[in-house]
């Protein structure tokens, strides 16, 4: 009886020879021009084509072959390889159909999952009342599906549909899931997808316990995988960049002490090797001097390793004390960090620079003292003429200030000694 129920409801829900003959020839015409127009680019006619046979291909009926599972198959692997190209290239966003451009919004991840969603319906007969199974994917779509993921960069995803149609397949006869579609998605698996996510010692132990491949297919696919885990090793050595070993310090012979007399030497020999500087040194310090000379004590006695067999160092003196030489000075960094000077160090460094103890007492004894002895000689040797006590009077009639009359008589006494000055008697 439940025979009779099933034999009925196949006949019922199968097309009729002639509308299916048609159709198929309507899908492989349709499938003629959009491969043309894919290999050509042209992505809405492509796309328009592909909406067009979707809508002659709906899910088959019952579990059981079917004359448009080879369209649904073609016309699947096409739809994935499109979107992928879309998703994967940077199209104008203008030329490209609604449907497209909302894929362009998704995220890799979500991207291949509802590529699998979509196959698992197509292919997933209608009349079962159940979620969609990979158990109904033929092993091409699930080939494709696994190739977009590792173009996508989503792996994981890709090693999730493996694994799924790898637990489900062979529950139905009419889906090829056996010998050479076993083979190349094991393949695609163990040598494409497992390297990728670094899963070398899983992929060898799954070949290792995989008893359904023939000895040959399955030592080829083991020595696969040994290939290509020997040939990343490789080049994960090559780009590692070797440590370099830290530099081994330079040993510094030891200071031997000097005499005087071997001191003296030494300075001789150095300084016939020295250059001297066309310009004149500037004016140091004492600190600095002593710093200086220290500084120039430690390189000319310190030499480099190099030029050690060129330079003999005496030997140490029983007889005289021990001289130690003091190493160099450290460095000061705050010169490398020190700052500009400011207008007024200009200023003040520049008075420093003209007015210097010497110049101002120069000054001072031109300017002031000898105006000062000249009115008081003047004072003492001179009387006053009738014409000195006339402007002696006008002054006091005035009220001048004795400040203005120093100024007069400084400014007479230097007039006074310049002309003394020209006629020869100073």
Not at 288 to 303: F, G, L
């Amino acid at each position: 009886m439940a025979t009779a129920t099933v034999s009925t409801s196949d006949k019922l829900l199968k097309p009729s020879s002639k509308s299916s003959s048609t159709t198929e020839a309507t899908l492989q015409s349709l499938y003629n021009r959009a491969a043309r127009t894919f290999l050509h680019r042209d992505v809405a006619i492509t796309f328009t084509l592909l909406s067009a046979a979707f809508a002659l291909l709906p899910p088959p009926l019952a579990p059981s072959p079917d004359p448009l599972d080879v369209h649904r198959r073609k016309w699947d692997i096409l739809r994935i390889t499109l979107e992928t190209t879309v998703f994967c290239s940077t199209p104008d966003l203008i030329d490209l159909p609604q449907p497209l451009r909302e894929s362009l919004l998704l995220s890799p991840q979500s991207f291949v999952s509802n590529l699998y969603a979509r196959s698992l319906t197509l292919f997933t007969p209608s009349s079962l009342y159940r979620k969609p199974s990979s158990a109904f994917l033929p092993h091409q779509v699930v080939i494709t599906l696994i190739a977009s993921s590792i173009k996508i960069d989503c792996l994981n995803i890709g090693r999730d549909i493996t694994e799924d149609w790898l637990s489900k397949r062979g529950q139905y006869e009419f889906v090829p899931s056996t010998g050479e579609p076993y083979h190349k998605v094991l393949e695609l698996y163990c040598l494409h997808l497992l390297p990728r996510l670094g899963e070398w010692e899983y992929g060898k132990e799954f070949l290792s316990d995989e008893n359904e491949l023939s000895s040959d297919k399955r030592r080829e696919l083991h020595s696969a995988l040994e290939a290509q885990h020997a040939q990343a090793l490789e080049s994960t050595k090559r780009e590692t960049p070797k440590p370099e070993p830290p530099p081994s310090p330079i040993p510094i012979p030891p200071l031997r002490s000097l005499s005087p007399a071997s001191s003296s030497s030494s300075l001789s020999t150095t300084s016939t090797r020295t250059a001297v500087p066309a310009s004149p040194r500037p004016k140091l310090t004492r600190q600095q001097s002593t710093s200086s000379t220290s500084a120039v004590s430690d390189v000319t006695v310190t030499r480099s390793p190099r030029h050690r067999h060129n330079q003999s160092v005496p030997r140490e003196s029983s007889s005289t004390s021990a001289v130690r030489i003091s190493r160099l000075p450290p460095v000061d960094h705050n010169l490398a960090t020190a700052q500009p000077p400011t207008s007024l160090a200009l200023i003040r460094s520049y008075f420093n620079h003209c007015f210097t103890a010497n110049r101002i007492a120069t000054l001072s004894v031109l300017f002031f003292l000898i105006p000062l002895l000249t009115l008081i000689l003047r004072r003492r040797r001179r009387l006053e003429t009738p014409a000195d006590l006339v402007r002696r009077r006008l002054l006091e009639a005035r009220g001048d200030s004795i400040v203005r009359r120093l100024w007069n008589e400084l400014v007479r006494a230097v007039l006074d000694t310049v002309k003394m000055g020209g006629g020869g008697l100073v």
